[in-house]
């Protein structure tokens, strides 16, 4: 007779007169007085049917089952959760050229950073997407523009597309723009960029 669960198992023959449980030590404690008055049972049984069986009781305790000993009633493992956090691959931006040299009426990108002098990524972003809405007309900015941007002040370059997300979400500066990769500048951004930073002289 045998029996078992993920912890533990445990085989009785009546025959050989051996009980065999293996399992933590807590269930072994546990659990011995109970199998050992089914092992009397089963032996009170064995002679009924005319079986001599060996007297001696031997109770074997070894080490709890390695995982491919458990039963098949085991619990299984748990399939699907893992593919959500199974790596993300986010889309390779690469840089977009764009004009950001300076024109008639036009200030280059260099020397409007340098007098907006933003203090992180979010200001930074805010600067160029700013530029680019208001000294090139574009209606929106791609994030490939915001890398060349980059480049062109000579900063190094961040994820940009978690800067942008973060900025949608935490300051209001920009908002989505016709797909995943373009942004438009809101009020918002426009006046932190042209009130709250230091003015182009």
Not at 58 to 69: D, F, G, I, N, R
Not at 119 to 132: C, S
Request: proline share 8%; with cysteine.
């Amino acid at each position: 007779m045998s029996a078992g669960s993920s912890e533990a198992r445990f085989t009785i023959n009546v025959k050989e007169g051996i009980v065999e449980l293996e399992g933590k030590e807590s269930f072994v404690d546990k659990h011995l007085e109970k199998f050992e008055e089914i092992f009397k049972m089963a032996v009170k049984e064995a002679i009924s049917n005319g079986m001599q069986p060996q007297i001696p009781l031997k109770v074997q305790t070894p080490s709890p089952a390695l995982p491919q000993e458990v039963p098949e009633q085991a619990e299984a493992p748990k399939p699907a959760a893992v593919p959500k956090h199974v790596p993300r691959t986010s889309p390779t931006i690469a840089p977009i050229p764009v004009d950001l040299k300076a024109g008639e009426g036009k200030a280059g990108l260099r020397e409007f950073y340098a007098e907006k002098k933003p203090a992180n990524h979010y200001e930074k972003t805010a600067v160029f997407v700013y530029y680019l809405v208001k000294f090139n007309k574009q209606p929106e900015v791609k994030l490939g523009e915001v890398l060349s941007c980059y480049e062109e002040v000579n900063e190094k370059k961040p994820s940009v597309q978690d800067i942008v997300k973060n900025s949608i979400r935490y300051k209001g500066w920009l908002e989505q723009g016709s797909d995943k990769l373009s942004v438009r500048l809101t009020i918002s951004g426009e006046n932190y960029v042209k009130f709250d930073m230091p003015k182009v002289a």
